[in-house]
């Protein structure tokens, strides 16, 4: 699903949106939470890669996991005063999570 959002974004978000996964791939996981791109939400461990691009936020959902030292990119949505577009970003990120756990579902590495 990831992969779909990305390949229909404008270049400048997709040139941001890798420049922000550079910066954090430079970081190890656990001091992401201390980053301004990385936020935890909270919601049975959710969390979201935060950037802009022309004025529009852009929020990235994923999860820690499967593997030690892996995050998983799941929903890409825009972000405006805590409106996610698309409104099911949440739910859509968890359940292809849990799909993936439940192996009905699968991911593909991203090098960076």
Not at 11 to 20: E, I, K, L, N
Not at 26 to 55: V, Y
Request: hydrophobic letters at 35%.
């Amino acid at each position: 699903m990831i992969q779909e959002w990305y390949k229909h974004r404008d270049p400048s978000v997709r040139a941001d949106f890798d420049t922000t996964l550079n910066n954090l791939s430079i970081a190890p996981a656990p001091d992401w939470r201390n980053m301004k791109e990385f936020k935890h939400l909270g919601r049975e461990g959710l969390c979201e890669i935060r950037f802009a691009t022309a004025n529009v936020q852009y929020r990235v959902l994923g999860f820690f996991g499967p593997g030690k030292n892996t995050f998983s990119l799941y929903v890409g949505a825009t972000h405006k005063q805590r409106i996610y577009n698309p409104p099911d970003a949440f739910d859509l990120a968890i359940k292809h999570r849990n799909s993936v756990k439940n192996g009905k579902g699968s991911l593909r590495e991203r090098p960076l």
